[in-house]
């Protein structure tokens, strides 16, 4: 399937195509909520993973790879591997690895790109689960939270998602 493009771009928020792909259309709600409180635009550099960067010689070509798409030098590319983007932050290097090839602006631009490869990242890393499963299965919701958000913060992560829930009506 093509992907759309961001003359495609939607005045709001998209719910239809990635229901379609089916990923659950309330864990998005509370994801969007929770990572950026719903905005296509939201972006935020991690100096960890910049800092943590191995600089080993698959990375390296990953890298170059960023910086080809996109037209920049090695080290924005190491920036953006770094750095989160969009409605669900999705991780530079995790929208890259998930098989996007055009300029990150492009993504960054189009919730119906954001959508989709938000459910691409449930279904490559097992966690396309829908909300009603997890709410009612704490330890299912914690493994959610450590897949999506790390396993360091799992269990704050998983009471911001139940908070960003009910604050939704869900």
Same mark, same amino acid.
């Given at each position: 399937m093509p992907e759309p493009t961001a003359s495609s771009m939607l005045a709001t928020p998209s719910l239809a195509t990635p229901s379609t792909l089916g990923a659950d +259309?309330? /864990?998005m709600r509370i994801i969007r909520q929770v990572e950026s409180g719903n905005r296509s635009d939201a972006i935020r550099f991690e100096p960890t &993973? *910049? %800092?943590g960067w191995a600089g080993e010689s698959s990375e390296?070509? *990953?890298v170059q790879r960023i910086a080809d798409i996109n037209h920049c030098d090695f080290d924005t590319a190491k920036v953006l591997f770094s750095t989160s983007f969009g409605l669900y932050q999705l991780m530079g290097f995790n929208i890259y690895s998930l098989g996007f090839v055009r +300029?990150? &602006?492009e *993504? @960054? %631009?189009d919730h119906t790109l954001q959508d989709i490869y938000f459910h691409k990242f449930l279904i490559k890393n097992n966690i396309n689960i829908p @909300? %009603? #499963?997890l709410k009612s299965n704490p330890?299912? /919701?914690a493994h959610f939270a450590s897949v999506y958000n790390g396993p360091g913060g799992r269990v704050t992560y998983a009471a911001a998602m139940t908070r960003a829930? #009910?604050?939704l009506g869900l």
């Open positions: +259309p309330a /864990l &993973v *910049f %800092s390296q070509g *990953f +300029p990150i &602006v *993504f @960054w %631009s @909300w %009603s #499963t330890e299912l /919701l829930a #009910t604050g």
